[in-house]
Structure formats: structure tokens, C-alpha cells
């Protein structure tokens, strides 16, 4: 194919921003057009959720400032694509406007999982997405109120440790039998429980919300549970998960089944397409198991991929997906997806200054990591075992559990491990 | 150049193995003292995108990656490197003298910035 002329961008998120300054970066001089449903530039979404939502400035803006001679990339924010037409390769906006392609990116993000209960729409009921809703519920937090957060996910901890320490007292409701079941071991997450607890933060486990109590007016009183009590809350935060908004590109008749469908060089079923970031459902391997990720690192790499990809640069997307959580001083990493079903074996202690690591293995085999610290002392252990598993080693199981407890000994067989590649 | 550099000693060749950072603190000033399979070098010692300490990061290929979010910077020039860093780093002169090593806390920002 032919190097394009015109690549258009729909999405206003890491990935749709990374991805215009990686074709920039690569030397890209043709027109880019990043059409936006946000009213704001590109920002660090990640902040939303902590360091923003904490301090009440606004997120880092993500947009680039492009050197001297470097063409505009043109932005239009306030604007959502209505349709877009794979055969004639143009896109319908909001306004009418129809504008032509040679390769378009797919960057449209994810949708916050709503409510379905009784009450869910009532006044004080909310969500964290985007800019706009980190504004509303900051607002929220200036009063003095009680806080119920439903799902106790990282987003729900991270708003829970927000809003505790500006004072806010705050209750956790969880449907499973443990926090974070979906992002970090059973031990790095009663690492955090104790925490948050330390700060006034009290956890509902095992029980699922059955109502949103309301005012007569309308207004959150509380959050019913299966049990019959109530808790009692002005506001009351979801985070029980994302959707992919991939509605778009099934209408327009690309490949989706719960994100869209790309392969490696992050291309979807239509050549002149690509996506990138949480709407996407990715290949993990060569017999068809796929996966869809919801996380910063792996949603830049994507678009730093689709975007060499889109110039004809032979590049593909394999990755080992890294993220991070902030929860009062407590700092936590983790890499590759934790299984719930993983065999956990434990490594240092959360009190020391080098933190508690957990390594999950699943059939022997080490697939992922998570640990917590108070400052930053568990990063390097993380990142030796994000070095081994991108480097494809597979360090003997023995000798892993051998090492059970002692992390400096763990460090320096990883260490050893990787020297020996 | 007229001025008169200042240099202080730091810490000793010993302290350093290659590709490995220490934090020093020289009149006030956090820094991270870097060795490299080209020598020695001194930069900030706080990522410029969020609070963290740089010598808990990790060494390789003259870059220095902040432990808290995987920024990027090239510790000879300080010049930010990878996403989420886009703010370069003030590198500071080393020089060895015998087993010491020294600074001069004359910042350097990296050429084309202010």
C-alpha cells in the first residue's frame, strides 16, 4: 500500500494523542485530524483518579507542542463521529461534515459500566471518566459528605484514599469476596485494606448493592445492600468496570466481539483501519486467544505501534502490560495479568522500604507480578520481573519458591536469570 | 567561561557499579549521580513529571527510567527520553579525581531548552 496523505484520528485519550505525535515524530507531514468528544485537549487521564483529584488542579495536558516547521495537527474537540464508511473511507461527524481518510485510527476509549439498580440516575450517583466527571465529583467533595464507592476495583481504592484523606468519611462495597480480585494478589490487597482502613475507610465484601436510597427530591441518601441494611451516603461513586465503545465500528462492519479486533501491528479487519487502546481486543497469542486490556502503558504502546504500522514500518504489538496505583503513600505496581486462580508466592514484607512482591504462576509458570510500598522501593523489583518476562524467561518454579519470603535473594536469581540470556 | 566552578566531593568510584544510580544531596539540592559504560554523570535527582526518586530507577543504555512511571531520560543530556516524561532534567559536571568523584552544582540545561 501506498504511504497516506490524510490520517484521521476519532478519540481524545492517550492513545489518539501518543498516536499523533509518534507519526509526527516519525516524520509524518500529511494532514492528522483527532476529532474529540472531550471539550478539552488531550490530558493525563491517569491523574483523574489521583493526584488531580486530590489536589483539585487540572490533569497535565498530553497535547504536543510540535517543534518549529512541524505541520498542526488539526484538533477539532466537542465533535463526535457519527458513521464512518470503511469502502469510501470517510467519516460523518456531528456536524455534518464528511472528511476523507487514507488511514484512520480507532482510539475511542471505553465507557464506564452503569448501574442497573433501582435509584442508579439519582442526583449524586457518579462516575469517573473523564475530565469533566473528575470536575463534578471534586466539586462533590468540597462539602462536608459520606462517601459510598461501589466496586472495589482500582478505581474505586483510588477514589477511596482521594476522598478519605480530604476527610471524607467513606464506605467500600464490594461484590466479591476480596478487593482488587481482578488487579493484584490476595496479600498486596490487605496490604492496601489495612491502609485504608488505618484512614476510616470501612469495606462491605460479599455483598452486592440491591438500591440507591434517594431523597424525596431525589437526592442519594444511601446504598442498599443484599442484606437489608443501609449504608448511609450524599454521594456515592461506580467503578465497577469499562465497555468498550466499539459500537461505532460494528455498525460500520469492522470485527468486534467485545472490543474491536486488531492484530499485532494493531490493524482491524478493514486495512486502511486501525485501533488502538481500551477499545481494543488484541491477539496474546498465535492460536487465537485474545485479550482486552483497560491501562495506560499498553494503550500508548498500541498507538505507538498503530502509528508506525499505518507509515508501513514493520512493527508489532507484544507486551507484558505495566501499571501502577496511588493510595495514600503506598504505591503500587504490577505487571502481566494477575489470574485469579494463580499459585501466589510472597517476597519481602509492605512495612520495609523495598515493599511485599508477589509473583502469580500459573501451570509453573510466572505470568505476573504485583507489589506495594510506601515510596517507590518496589519498583525495581517489578521492573526485573517485567525484564524477564518480556525477555521470555521462565525462571524455575523451584527456585522461585525456594527463595519464598527473602526478596534481595529473589532479585539476584532474576538478576542472574536475565544476565544468563 | 569566567566562572569560577566549584567542585564538591561526592562519593567514591566504589560506590558505583555500572549502570547503577545513588542519590547525593549537595547544598540542598537532590540529586542522582549516575555510572554508565561512559562514565559518570549528575542530573536532577526528581522525575520531572511526578514526585519520585530517580535513584530508585533503573540504569541501562544511558537512560535512567523513573520507578514511579516509567519516564525516560538520557542521563548525559538529561533530555526526557520517553512518555510520560516530556520535561528534560538539569545535568550537573563530574569529574573523577583519583577515587573521588565531584561536582559542580553549575546546572546545565541541555541545548535548544531554556
Same mark, same amino acid.
Given at each position: 500500500?501506498?504511504?497516506?496523505?490524510?490520517?484521521?484520528?476519532?478519540?481524545?485519550?492517550?492513545?489518539?494523542?501518543?498516536?499523533?505525535?509518534?507519526?509526527?515524530?516519525?516524520?509524518?507531514?500529511?494532514?492528522?485530524?483527532?476529532?474529540?468528544?472531550?471539550?478539552?485537549?488531550?490530558?493525563?487521564?491517569?491523574?483523574?483518579?489521583?493526584?488531580?483529584?486530590?489536589?483539585?488542579?487540572?490533569?497535565?495536558?498530553?497535547?504536543?507542542?510540535?517543534?518549529?516547521?512541524?505541520?498542526?495537527?488539526?484538533?477539532?474537540?466537542?465533535?463526535?463521529?457519527?458513521?464512518?464508511?470503511?469502502?469510501?473511507?470517510?467519516?460523518?461527524?456531528?456536524?455534518?461534515?464528511? @472528511?476523507?481518510?487514507?488511514?484512520?485510527? %480507532?482510539?475511542? &476509549?471505553? #465507557?464506564?459500566?452503569?448501574? /442497573? $439498580?433501582?435509584? =442508579? *440516575?439519582?442526583?449524586?450517583?457518579?462516575?469517573?471518566?473523564?475530565?469533566?466527571?473528575?470536575?463534578?465529583?471534586?466539586?462533590?467533595?468540597?462539602?462536608?459528605?459520606?462517601?459510598?464507592?461501589?466496586?472495589?476495583?482500582?478505581?474505586?481504592?483510588?477514589?477511596?484514599?482521594?476522598?478519605?484523606?480530604?476527610?471524607?468519611?467513606?464506605?467500600?462495597?464490594?461484590?466479591?469476596?476480596?478487593?482488587?480480585?481482578?488487579?493484584?494478589?490476595?496479600?498486596?490487597?490487605?496490604?492496601?485494606?489495612?491502609?485504608?482502613?488505618?484512614?476510616?475507610?470501612?469495606?462491605?465484601?460479599?455483598?452486592?448493592?440491591?438500591? @440507591?436510597?434517594?431523597?424525596?427530591?431525589? %437526592?442519594?441518601? &444511601?446504598? #442498599?445492600?443484599?442484606?437489608? /441494611? $443501609?449504608?448511609? =451516603? *450524599?454521594?456515592?461513586?461506580?467503578?465497577?468496570?469499562?465497555?468498550?465503545?466499539?459500537?461505532?465500528?460494528?455498525?460500520?462492519?469492522?470485527?468486534?466481539?467485545?472490543?474491536?479486533?486488531?492484530?499485532?501491528?494493531?490493524?482491524?479487519?478493514?486495512?486502511?483501519?486501525?485501533?488502538?487502546?481500551?477499545?481494543?481486543?488484541?491477539?496474546?497469542?498465535?492460536?487465537?486467544?485474545?485479550?482486552?486490556?483497560?491501562?495506560?502503558?499498553?494503550?500508548?504502546?498500541?498507538?505507538?505501534?498503530?502509528?508506525?504500522?499505518?507509515?508501513?514500518?514493520?512493527?508489532?504489538?507484544?507486551?507484558?502490560?505495566?501499571?501502577?496505583?496511588?493510595?495514600?503513600?503506598?504505591?503500587?505496581?504490577?505487571?502481566?495479568?494477575?489470574?485469579?486462580?494463580?499459585?501466589?508466592?510472597?517476597?519481602?514484607?509492605?512495612?520495609?522500604?523495598?515493599?511485599?512482591?508477589?509473583?502469580?504462576?500459573?501451570?509453573?509458570?510466572?505470568?505476573?507480578?504485583?507489589?506495594?510500598?510506601?515510596?517507590?522501593?518496589?519498583?525495581?523489583?517489578?521492573?526485573?520481573?517485567?525484564?524477564?518476562?518480556?525477555?521470555?524467561?521462565?525462571?524455575?518454579?523451584?527456585?522461585?519458591?525456594?527463595?519464598?519470603?527473602?526478596?534481595?535473594?529473589?532479585?539476584?536469581?532474576?538478576?542472574?536469570?536475565?544476565?544468563?540470556? | 567561561?569566567?566562572?569560577?566552578?566549584?567542585?564538591?566531593?561526592?562519593?567514591?568510584?566504589?560506590?558505583?557499579?555500572?549502570?547503577?544510580?545513588?542519590?547525593?544531596?549537595?547544598?540542598?539540592?537532590?540529586?542522582?549521580?549516575?555510572?554508565?559504560?561512559?562514565?559518570?554523570?549528575?542530573?536532577?535527582?526528581?522525575?520531572?513529571?511526578?514526585?519520585?526518586?530517580?535513584?530508585?530507577?533503573?540504569?541501562?543504555?544511558?537512560?535512567?527510567?523513573?520507578?514511579?512511571?516509567?519516564?525516560?531520560?538520557?542521563?548525559?543530556?538529561?533530555?526526557?527520553?520517553?512518555?510520560?516524561?516530556?520535561?528534560?532534567?538539569?545535568?550537573?559536571?563530574?569529574?573523577?579525581?583519583?577515587?573521588?568523584?565531584?561536582?559542580?552544582?553549575?546546572?546545565?540545561?541541555?541545548?535548544?531548552?531554556?
Amino acid at each position: 500500500m501506498s504511504r497516506p496523505d490524510v490520517v484521521a484520528i476519532v478519540g481524545g485519550g492517550h492513545a489518539a494523542a501518543i498516536a499523533a505525535t509518534e507519526l509526527r515524530r516519525l516524520g509524518f507531514n500529511g494532514q492528522i485530524t483527532v476529532v474529540s468528544t472531550e471539550t478539552v485537549p488531550p490530558y493525563d487521564r491517569t491523574t483523574l483518579s489521583k493526584s488531580s483529584l486530590l489536589s483539585g488542579e487540572d490533569p497535565p495536558r498530553l497535547w504536543p507542542e510540535l517543534d518549529k516547521g512541524i505541520p498542526e495537527i488539526d484538533l477539532r474537540l466537542g465533535t463526535t463521529v457519527t458513521s464512518f464508511d470503511p469502502a469510501a473511507r470517510s467519516l460523518t461527524l456531528s456536524n455534518g461534515e464528511q @472528511i476523507g481518510y487514507d488511514r484512520l485510527l %480507532l482510539a475511542l &476509549g471505553a #465507557e464506564p459500566r452503569r448501574l /442497573s $439498580l433501582p435509584g =442508579a *440516575d439519582a442526583d449524586g450517583v457518579l462516575y469517573l471518566r473523564n475530565f469533566q466527571d473528575a470536575r463534578v465529583l471534586r466539586s462533590r467533595l468540597e462539602r462536608d459528605v459520606r462517601v459510598a464507592i461501589i466496586g472495589g476495583g482500582l478505581i474505586g481504592l483510588e477514589v477511596a484514599a482521594c476522598a478519605s484523606s480530604l476527610g471524607h468519611h467513606v464506605n467500600v462495597i464490594e461484590a466479591g469476596n476480596r478487593v482488587l480480585g481482578r488487579s493484584v494478589s490476595e496479600s498486596v490487597a490487605s496490604t492496601l485494606v489495612d491502609l485504608h482502613r488505618e484512614h476510616g475507610v470501612v469495606f462491605h465484601c460479599a455483598t452486592a448493592p440491591t438500591a @440507591i436510597a434517594t431523597t424525596p427530591e431525589g %437526592l442519594v441518601r &444511601g446504598v #442498599e445492600l443484599a442484606d437489608g /441494611s $443501609l449504608i448511609d =451516603a *450524599d454521594v456515592v461513586v461506580v467503578g465497577i468496570g469499562i465497555v468498550p465503545r466499539d459500537q461505532l465500528a460494528a455498525e460500520a462492519g469492522l470485527s468486534v466481539a467485545d472490543g474491536i479486533i486488531v492484530n499485532a501491528q494493531c490493524r482491524t479487519s478493514d486495512e486502511h483501519i486501525y485501533a488502538a487502546g481500551d477499545v481494543i481486543r488484541f491477539p496474546t497469542n498465535d492460536v487465537g486467544e485474545t485479550i482486552r486490556l483497560e491501562a495506560w502503558q499498553p494503550a500508548c504502546r498500541q498507538a505507538g505501534v498503530a502509528a508506525a504500522a499505518m507509515l508501513g514500518y514493520s512493527v508489532s504489538y507484544h507486551d507484558c502490560p505495566w501499571g501502577w496505583s496511588d493510595q495514600y503513600d503506598a504505591f503500587v505496581q504490577t505487571v502481566g495479568v494477575h489470574p485469579p486462580d494463580a499459585e501466589v508466592i510472597d517476597y519481602g514484607d509492605p512495612r520495609t522500604p523495598r515493599g511485599l512482591l508477589s509473583l502469580s504462576l500459573v501451570d509453573g509458570n510466572l505470568v505476573a507480578a504485583a507489589g506495594v510500598s510506601i515510596g517507590s522501593g518496589i519498583a525495581k523489583s517489578i521492573r526485573l520481573v517485567q525484564m524477564a518476562l518480556d525477555a521470555g524467561r521462565r525462571p524455575v518454579r523451584g527456585e522461585l519458591q525456594a527463595r519464598r519470603g527473602d526478596l534481595a535473594s529473589l532479585g539476584q536469581y532474576l538478576q542472574r536469570s536475565l544476565r544468563a540470556g | 567561561m569566567t566562572t569560577l566552578e566549584q567542585w564538591v566531593r561526592v562519593a567514591s568510584t566504589d560506590d558505583l557499579e555500572e549502570d547503577d544510580v545513588i542519590e547525593i544531596v549537595v547544598d540542598n539540592l537532590t540529586l542522582a549521580l549516575y555510572r554508565t559504560r561512559d562514565g559518570y554523570f549528575a542530573t536532577d535527582g526528581i522525575c520531572t513529571h511526578e514526585h519520585a526518586r530517580l535513584c530508585e530507577g533503573f540504569v541501562f543504555d544511558n537512560v535512567i527510567e523513573c520507578p514511579k512511571h516509567q519516564g525516560r531520560f538520557d542521563v548525559r543530556s538529561g533530555k526526557a527520553r520517553g512518555a510520560p516524561a516530556h520535561i528534560s532534567l538539569r545535568t550537573y559536571p563530574v569529574r573523577v579525581t583519583g577515587t573521588d568523584l565531584e561536582i559542580s552544582i553549575e546546572a546545565k540545561w541541555p541545548a535548544s531548552e531554556p
